[in-house]
């Protein structure tokens, strides 16, 4: 049984900074190229950034340069360290596999930012 866990989310101000966790189990972790994405308030859920399996990495032009993704495969898990946040990058966060059928979501964990 597929299970993806978020966490990590907070209220900051803007400009500042959280790191985001999201832990995998019941996937052979290593395999998948994993992404994040997020869900504001009366919008769809878009994608943020994404790394491969074996680490390339690549971003939504909204956040290119302040988020950096990254994985631990030995821990079956991504992160999501997102600096210079703004008031528009609140939203719910997610994580699930990029390039291919998403899995069931988890619960997200939710940022948001003050100005």
């Known amino acids: 049984q597929v299970q993806l866990v978020e966490s990590g989310g907070g209220l900051v101000q803007a400009g500042g900074s959280l790191r985001l966790s999201c832990a995998a189990s019941?996937?052979?972790?290593?395999?998948?190229?994993m992404g994040w994405y997020r869900q504001a308030p009366g919008k769809q859920r878009e994608w943020v950034a994404a790394?491969?399996?074996?680490?390339?990495?690549n971003y939504a032009d909204s956040v290119k340069g302040r988020f950096i993704i990254s994985r631990d495969n030995a821990k079956n898990t991504v992160y999501l360290q997102m600096n210079s946040l703004k008031p528009e990058d609140t939203a719910v966060y997610y994580c699930?596999?990029?390039?291919?059928?998403?899995?069931?979501w988890g619960q997200g964990t939710q940022v948001t930012v003050s100005s």
């Open positions: 019941g996937i052979i972790f290593s395999v998948n190229a």
């Open positions: 699930n596999r990029r390039y291919s059928s998403p899995y069931s």
């Open positions: 790394i491969t399996s074996g680490g390339s990495t």
